[in-house]
């Protein structure tokens, strides 16, 4: 088979793979991040805020499962972030971070901020939190106060 049938083939492939986010799509996720975040959202980050972290997987879970649309994509990166802080107390430092490497496909179409999340910050926070794993020097994490989840007005 030729080279260039190959590589188109693998292309195609790999295509299929890759989240690529539409116009459509992206403007049903500013539209749906511009909502309140829902009441089961809402008692996840008070839980994933108090360090209740498998409490609040199974929070947003639910919600996520319940959610059709783009901004489902919110819930599955807290609860991810919420699952990799949960085995980071329990010096799970491999578990945690297979979960913040995975969140960051769930981050990367949410704007920074989505139902009243600061994701940007969410997303900050956990970039740190995967590098000081990553830098092999897990007593630069403070395992006792890992960061939470900050909400502030929609509107920006």
Same mark, same amino acid.
């Given at each position: @088979?030729? #080279?260039?049938? #190959?590589?188109?083939?693998?292309?195609?492939?790999?295509?299929? #793979?890759?989240?690529?986010?539409?116009?459509?799509?992206?403007?049903? @996720?500013?539209?749906?991040?511009?909502?309140?975040?829902?009441?089961?959202?809402?008692?996840?980050?008070?839980?994933?805020?108090?360090?209740?972290?498998? *409490?609040?997987?199974?929070?947003?879970?639910?919600?996520?499962? $319940?959610?059709?649309? &783009?901004?489902?994509?919110?819930?599955? $990166?807290? #609860?991810?972030?919420?699952?990799?802080?949960?085995?980071?107390?329990? +010096?799970?430092?491999?578990?945690?971070?297979? @979960?913040?490497?995975? /969140?960051?496909?769930?981050?990367?179409?949410?704007?920074?901020?989505?139902?009243?999340?600061?994701?940007?910050?969410?997303?900050?926070?956990? *970039?740190?939190?995967?590098?000081?794993?990553?830098?092999?020097? &897990? =007593?630069?994490?403070?395992? =006792?106060?890992?960061?939470?989840?900050?909400?502030?007005? /929609? +509107?920006?």
């Amino acid at each position: @088979m030729p #080279l260039n049938v #190959l590589e188109t083939r693998l292309l195609a492939f790999v295509g299929d #793979l890759v989240r690529q986010p539409d116009a459509a799509r992206r403007d049903e @996720m500013d539209c749906q991040c511009g909502q309140p975040l829902p009441p089961r959202g809402v008692e996840g980050v008070a839980r994933f805020n108090a360090g209740e972290y498998y *409490a609040q997987h199974d929070l947003f879970e639910a919600q996520w499962v $319940a959610e059709p649309g &783009p901004v489902r994509d919110l819930y599955r $990166a807290i #609860l991810q972030v919420g699952v990799a802080y949960y085995h980071v107390t329990r +010096g799970n430092d491999r578990g945690a971070l297979k @979960m913040l490497r995975r /969140s960051v496909q769930w981050f990367a179409d949410l704007p920074d901020v989505c139902q009243g999340v600061d994701v940007r910050q969410l997303r900050e926070d956990a *970039a740190r939190v995967r590098a000081a794993l990553e830098g092999g020097d &897990p =007593a630069a994490l403070d395992r =006792a106060r890992l960061p939470g989840v900050r909400l502030v007005d /929609s +509107g920006g």
